[in-house]
């Protein structure tokens, strides 16, 4: 894990699970509005974890989780990794995000985790996996990078 970018070092989070939650439901009421579909699973030093339990307008034809909403995943997943080690910085904006989608998701949760690769005053580099939890298997992959506004 890393311990020290250029810039900011990554240290204990300033935000938990319930924190990363509730700025969530304060800020971005929209993200669940149809119930909890993207959820917090973990936060820590360098890194969170969310989990989307799809519904039926995340599917597409052939029973699979949709290319967007992997996408939708990744990006928030990227955003709260972020603010887990910054604090609720609701400004912050996605500059950046490249997606591989490597194997069709059974249909079903997916999980998410982001890990801070590089924190720095005015950007962050994330690496975000995510996991079927069906199967187990690594369905997309993505890295992000986004602007951190000043103080």
């Given at each position: 894990m890393l311990k020290k970018t250029i810039g900011r070092a990554i240290v204990a989070p300033l935000m938990d699970v319930e924190a990363l939650t509730s700025f969530l439901e304060?800020?971005?009421?929209q993200v669940n509005a149809d119930g909890m579909t993207f959820i917090v699973t973990d936060a820590g030093e360098g890194f969170a974890s969310m989990r989307l339990d799809p519904k039926d307008r995340h599917l597409r034809p052939g029973g699979t989780v949709s290319g967007p909403t992997l996408f939708a995943l990744a990006d928030l997943t990227a955003y709260v990794a972020i603010l887990a080690q910054i604090g609720p910085v609701a400004l912050a904006a996605t500059i950046n995000l490249?997606?591989?989608f490597l194997r069709k998701p059974e249909l079903g949760a997916i999980d998410a985790t982001a890990r801070v690769l590089k924190l720095g005053k005015r950007l962050a580099v994330v690496d975000i996996s995510m996991i079927s939890a069906v199967s187990g298997e690594l369905v997309a992959h993505a890295t992000?990078?986004?602007?951190?506004p000043p103080k």
């Amino acid at each position: 894990m890393l311990k020290k970018t250029i810039g900011r070092a990554i240290v204990a989070p300033l935000m938990d699970v319930e924190a990363l939650t509730s700025f969530l439901e304060r800020e971005f009421p929209q993200v669940n509005a149809d119930g909890m579909t993207f959820i917090v699973t973990d936060a820590g030093e360098g890194f969170a974890s969310m989990r989307l339990d799809p519904k039926d307008r995340h599917l597409r034809p052939g029973g699979t989780v949709s290319g967007p909403t992997l996408f939708a995943l990744a990006d928030l997943t990227a955003y709260v990794a972020i603010l887990a080690q910054i604090g609720p910085v609701a400004l912050a904006a996605t500059i950046n995000l490249s997606i591989n989608f490597l194997r069709k998701p059974e249909l079903g949760a997916i999980d998410a985790t982001a890990r801070v690769l590089k924190l720095g005053k005015r950007l962050a580099v994330v690496d975000i996996s995510m996991i079927s939890a069906v199967s187990g298997e690594l369905v997309a992959h993505a890295t992000s990078t986004y602007s951190i506004p000043p103080k």
